[in-house]
């Protein structure tokens, strides 16, 4: 999976010269944190709900409500925008573009391709675009935990035991938490997977139905 299959592609974003009062308004309207600031098509900042509620005027202040809002009139998202804003490609791999969130510690990634903005993607993208789907939140079905199914020797069980039974599967992956346990977790389409179960019970494999959604 690429950046390209999960970023939001209609990006509203807005020149270095908006006002912040205008920045604000129009993440406000939206329900926006942060706005790409783009100037002659090249994305040359990025302007966050923070920044701009930091760019007010301190409670110290002596300025009166009518001279805050004329200051804040006059500032531009040029003053207070972050300048060093890190990017991905519509092409970079989701697994990368975590990385590289993570290791810059952002909450969102513009994606930039020929120094234009192509869209953009958050930390709910990948929530509920990745680990959603892994996790089945909001699927229907059943998810099995197989102790031992990661090795190697029971995973061809645990394959001809999906094949028998006709089972789909959705998603499978195996914690990193404890690797010695070896343990196999996969999400089936399907909610009846009694059998299957009772089949790798039989060759000795612990397996249980595990909880997941919210219901």
């Known amino acids: 999976m690429k950046i390209k299959d999960i970023m939001t592609y209609n990006v509203v974003t807005i020149p ?14 939206h329900g926006f944190e942060r706005l790409p600031v783009v100037d002659m098509g090249k994305l040359v900042g990025l302007v966050t709900k923070d920044n701009v509620l930091k760019a007010g005027p301190s409670a110290a202040t002596t300025l009166s409500r ?8 006059r500032l531009t998202v040029a003053e207070i925008m972050k300048r060093n804003v890190v990017t991905v490609s519509p092409e970079t791999t989701v697994e990368k573009a975590v990385a ?5 510690r952002v909450g969102c990634l513009p994606v930039v391709e020929a120094d234009a903005v192509r869209g953009i993607v958050t930390t ?8 959603n789907p892994l996790f089945g939140l909001g699927q229907g079905g059943a998810r099995v935990r197989i102790s031992g199914g990661a090795d190697p020797k029971h995973m061809e069980q645990v394959a ?4 028998r ?3 789909t599967v959705t998603s499978l992956w195996r914690p990193f938490v404890d690797p010695q346990r070896n343990e196999l977790i996969i999400q089936f389409n399907e909610s009846d997977v009694a059998g299957f179960m ?11 139905k595990r909880e997941f959604g919210a219901s």
């Open 165 to 167: 039974f006709g089972l």
């Open 124 to 131: 709910n993208d990948f929530f509920y675009k990745v680990l």
């Open 100 to 104: 590289i969130a993570q290791a810059n």
């Open 16 to 29: 270095s010269t908006t006002p912040i009062i205008e920045a604000e308004r129009i993440m406000a309207a």
């Open 198 to 208: 009772e089949a790798l019970r039989a060759s000795g494999l612990e397996v249980e």
């Open 66 to 73: 009518g001279e805050a809002v004329y200051l804040l009139s």
């Open 160 to 163: 001809a035991a999906i094949a």
